[in-house]
């Protein structure tokens, strides 16, 4: 490779031929260039200046690190690069503790210490409320502390792992690697996210899977040949001291025969045999389209359920259903969800939880308000969220089946408040929303805005989605039946340590 030397900072800015080389742009894919970063990107790679002002976003760099990179990508205004070694470590730097980091696409930064990851992640959510929000420099105040993990390996209650053909004719499981779809990294050293129940499950899957020599066939998207899809391992019940319970869900493409004889059945044999493990799914198709997914979920040992405790409320769920990943921080997110709705203490407020899967966060408030209605569109979930109520004695809430991307505006209020029967709901004086990482639908805001609940608590795994959302509940009014909202907190929480992901709270008050 050519070496282009140095694009520092201009303190440290080197004056050499190869400078002035990168200076006229003159860089290409292969060239090896040494940069500082600067700063992390959205997508947790190290953000770089090359001397000609170009941006090179960086896999591995971190903010402070000069390293020797080697340019892999070249766009009209950016390009990317991979390190190849470090010349000045930086400040942040740990050693990673997983032996698979360099190329598992599973965390991006196991390589930076734990606090500055939480800097990080709050200045992701000063940054969009800065630019997206448009709150320009108010974001610093409005911004609270990232609420930190204790636990920083081990904190995920599931996983999901690929198949994919390795060497040898054999198939491998494991995650994807850093920027490919197509091959998995073999986690021989098992994965640190998980329990150690869950990579037993793992280990035992790749054994298998060794001495199968090949006749259980990774699915291959392109030729649509071969049987296994992916593999999803949910860990739960650990917080009452317990033994941990294991729920394993096969997606594949085989036959009803081929669960019950040959390599697949015996995968599944060796599956349910591992400790802690209490029930086996397996889905077959997975297709979604505008009309529903055609998956189909069947248990094949144990039952499709699975019971995980959050601050002593216990919540049954099965294979489809979603659940807050990291269950201690859920513990936490749900309790400052829970002071973000500054319950009078009366028991009085209705309170209206969108899009609120097994009923996580309206079950963990029922008993501070005199009702709780709850809307989702997963219908597996619903059932999950009124088996909850039900589980833990709460007669207090309901839930329903709405689809929350398709309601008509025009209907005003009663375009939330009905039920799929039609039965008109009453007006909520708190509103939790907890939408996937798209956010709210336009036409939901404007009903919500009709609604004019006293608060609304916007919880939210994709902080740039909820400053876009914020600054439609936030604008001016048009009229006696428009509320606009005003922005009083967002608290950042960790629930993806070694990720560049973050989730936040944003406290909204009805304007007088
Ligand atoms: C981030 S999860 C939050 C779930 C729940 N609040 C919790 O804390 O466990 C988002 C939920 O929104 C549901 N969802 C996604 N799109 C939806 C839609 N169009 N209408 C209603 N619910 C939807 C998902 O199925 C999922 O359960």
Redesign the pocket.
Known sequence: ARRLAVARPPCAAKSTAAAAASDRGDVRVGDEVSVECVDFATSGEGVCKLANGMVLLCDGATPGEVVRARVTKLRKKLAHGAKTATERAAPNAVTAPCPHHEQCGGCAWQHVNYDAQVGHKRNRVVDVLARIYKAGEDAEAKVGACVGADETSRYRNKMEFAFASGTRGKTVVGLRPRGANDSVVDLSGGCLLQSEEADRVLAAIRETLERADGRLEAFDRTSGEGTLRSVTIRTAGGERGGEKAVMVDLATTASPNELKTGPLAGLIDVVSKVPGVVSVVHTSGGTTTKAGSTKKVEAVFGENKLVETLNGIDFELSSAS???TNTEQAARLVRQVREACAFSGDKSEIVLDL????G??GLSVASDCSRVMG????PE?VKDAKRNAELNNITNAKFYR????RLNPSKGPKGLLTTPKGKELPMPDIVIT???RPGMDSALIAILRTIGARRIVYVS?NPATQARDLLLLTAPSEGADDVAYELKTVTPVDMFPHTTHVESVAVLERKA
């Open positions: 979603f659940f807050q899009f609120c899967g097994v996580t966060m809307w989702e569109v997963v979930a709405v689809d929350l991307a907890d939408p996937a795994c």
